[in-house]
T-cell receptor
């Protein structure tokens, strides 16, 4: 089954304790992206990757890191989490990057990770 | 940025028709998505409009006017399970991202 898989679904942690949220897709998609969703603010892009070893900042990258060493995986790393990073996080992927003429859409989303930082 | 505006909340009656509007900045616009999102769940794709006009998919239809920077999602024969948030999202040329509005929370009542 074609899907985007995020882990964990729920995570409660303490300020400053490094954590990684994993994201994996089995559709051979080139483009992957991380969003966070907060009440009243909608989905905001954190980082994106257009292919292996190609990553760039989105709208709210502060406090986050990513890597894309393999095409299928795009982990989100919080080196020193803070309470303002408490949010619902979504990983998404598409076959091609949105700005390319090959883009056919849509974005496929993982099931989300609800992170609480105390 | 790509400012996207849509109503925060709407209420409609089961069996009725509801129209959810979305306006966006037209500069560099390349296409518009609608997603459905139930509380705490992942957004699921509903439609993608690039050209002007109405596209129909069963009970859901989406309309786009590029010159006016306007789109709407039309839901017919509303069912209780249609209670969800509906996200309008725009694709801007040259930018490697899809920008989302804050969503419209639709409540369907009996």
């Amino acid at each position: 089954e074609a899907q985007v898989t995020q882990n964990p679904r729920y995570l409660i942690t303490v300020t400053g304790k490094k954590l990684t949220v994993t994201c994996s897709q089995n559709m051979n998609h080139e483009y992957m992206s991380w969003y966070r969703q907060d009440p009243g603010l909608g989905l905001r892009q954190i980082y994106y990757s257009m292919n292996v070893e190609v990553t760039d900042k989105g709208d709210v990258p502060e406090g986050y890191k990513v890597s894309r060493k393999e095409k299928r995986n795009f982990p989100l790393i919080l080196e020193s989490p803070s309470p303002n990073q408490t949010s619902l996080y979504f990983c998404a992927s598409s076959l091609f990057p949105p700005a390319e003429s090959r883009w056919t859409g849509p974005l496929h989303f993982g099931n989300g990770t609800r992170l609480t930082v105390t | 940025g790509q400012n996207i505006d849509q109503p925060t909340e709407m209420t409609a009656t089961e069996g009725a028709i509801v129209q959810i509007n979305c306006t966006y900045q037209t500069s560099g616009f390349n296409g518009l998505f609608w997603y459905q999102q139930h509380a705490g769940e992942a957004p699921t794709f509903l439609s993608y409009n690039v050209l002007d006009g109405l596209e129909e998919k069963g009970r859901f239809s989406s309309f786009l006017s590029r010159s006016k920077g306007y789109s709407y999602l039309l839901l017919k024969e509303l069912q209780m399970k249609d209670s969800a948030s509906y996200l309008c999202a725009a694709l801007k040329g040259g930018y490697q991202k899809v920008t989302f509005g804050t969503g419209t929370k639709l409540q369907v009542i009996p």
